[in-house]
């Protein structure tokens, strides 16, 4: 049966999705708060898992096995790596790698977690298509962009490091979870997608952006995620 998990790190990221789905049942688990129901007419389980890759990792896991999700989400902001990619503009995942796994020492590549047997984790790309689709109707005045998306433990509001991030690893938008919840989708064959709502520009212009559009931007993405999901 179909089961969606919906993870966003922050309040703000799930709150209106939570505010709503009809809620059936509500578990905590490693301090998180999930929430199990419907909305849309979809069954769906929706958590706040906190900010970070260990964070959206120990949230995917408990997902999967408490929850028995069919496929999972991630709906959230990012910066963007991209000159065309807006403030307010989405990146659906391709696929996600973290940014800031180094083991070159060893011969892996940059990025790559020993012994995964993958550098990046691919997203469903029924998932990737459907999400993009849905944004032209849902949000018609902002762009949808398809391609990787990397996460680290880091926000990222410095030139240099943004510009290194984007020649080691080709990345549309930068966040602190995707990957996390790509690797635990990928290690538990679950489906899973990542849509986020540029936030900022990853730059010096980081700090005063992110504040002044992390909201709006957060409701784009949380739009275009109740849309898709009667579809899935
Ligand atoms: N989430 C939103 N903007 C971000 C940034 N610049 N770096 C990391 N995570 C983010």
Redesign the pocket.
């Known amino acids: 049966m179909k089961k969606i998990g919906i993870i966003g790190a922050m309040e703000l990221e799930v709150e209106a999705l939570k505010a709503k789905m009809e809620i059936h049942r509500t578990e905590i688990k490693a301090s998180m708060e999930f929430q199990e129901g419907t909305l849309q007419g979809t069954e769906v389980v929706i958590v706040r898992s906190g900010i970070g890759k260990v964070n959206a990792a120990l949230c995917t896991q408990i997902l999967c096995d408490m929850f028995e999700v069919s496929h999972i989400i991630n709906t ?4 963007s790596l991209k000159n065309e990619i807006d403030i307010g503009d989405i990146v659906v995942s391709t696929d996600a790698l973290h940014h800031d796994v180094d083991v070159r020492v060893f011969g892996y590549p940059l990025g790559e977690v020993p012994q995964v047997g993958c550098l990046a984790f691919q997203a469903d790309e029924r998932l990737g298509q459907l999400a993009a689709s849905c944004c032209k109707e849902v949000n018609p005045d902002i762009s949808v962009y398809q391609g990787r998306i990397v996460s ?1 433990d ?4 410095d030139k240099k490091v943004k510009d290194a991030i984007i020649n080691n690893f080709q990345g549309f938008c ?3 979870e995707g990957a996390s919840i790509a690797h635990a989708a990928y290690l538990n064959h679950i489906p899973f997608v990542i849509i ?1 709502a ?5 730059d010096d212009s ?1 700090e005063m952006d ?1 504040p002044a559009f ?1 909201k709006a931007a957060a409701a784009h993405s949380a739009a275009l995620v109740e849309h898709m999901l009667p579809l899935i």
């Open positions: 959230g902001v990012a910066g680290g880091q926000f990222i509001s930068v966040e602190m986020r540029i936030s900022d520009k990853a980081a992110y992390e």
